[in-house]
């Protein structure tokens, strides 16, 4: 049994004008508490959701895209929707074979679970973890354990 939705599955920007598709499921879906992450959502995390590359491909418009440079001094490129300035995804560093989408742009979020949460000593005091979600300090170094614990999560 799965607790995902058949694939794929579509999603956008606020204004409708950039569209995407996720032709397959995600690597894993976590909330990340750095300052960064506040600042860029107005908000106390962000949401993220690592998908292979070859499974999304943008259906309608053009992203635009901002260098963001992390505190880490790395750069980060930012895809948003050039017409409202919603953020869609982002390429991390980590290579070119993946990309993180903004789950919350997805047209159907009812399936969402985060399994892991990052940077948590930097969320707001009031932020409160469930008992099955992985906690890290900082930026975990290895990402493995957050694949497996997706994987649990959706054979539930």
């Not at 999304?56 to 260098?67: H, M």
Request: aromatic share 12%; with cysteine.
């Amino acid at each position: 049994m799965s607790r995902l939705p058949d694939f794929p599955v579509e999603g956008g920007c606020a204004c409708g004008s950039l569209r995407y598709r996720l032709n397959a499921p995600p690597i894993a879906v976590y909330t990340c508490h750095c300052t960064d992450c506040q600042s860029l959502t107005g908000s106390a995390f962000s949401m993220a959701m690592p998908v292979f590359r070859k499974d999304f491909e943008i259906t309608r418009g053009e992203p635009g895209s901002w260098p963001r440079k992390a505190t880490s001094g790395t750069v980060i490129p930012q895809r948003f929707c050039p017409q409202c300035g919603a953020r869609i995804f982002t390429e991390p560093p980590g290579g070119p074979h993946s990309l993180t989408i903004r789950p919350g742009t997805l047209d159907d979020t009812s399936w969402l679970h985060p399994v892991s949460a990052f940077w948590v000593k930097s969320a707001q005091s009031w932020v409160r973890f469930a008992d099955d979600v992985l906690q890290y300090e900082t930026q975990p170094t290895d990402f493995t354990p957050v694949m497996k614990a997706w994987k649990a999560w959706i054979e539930g």
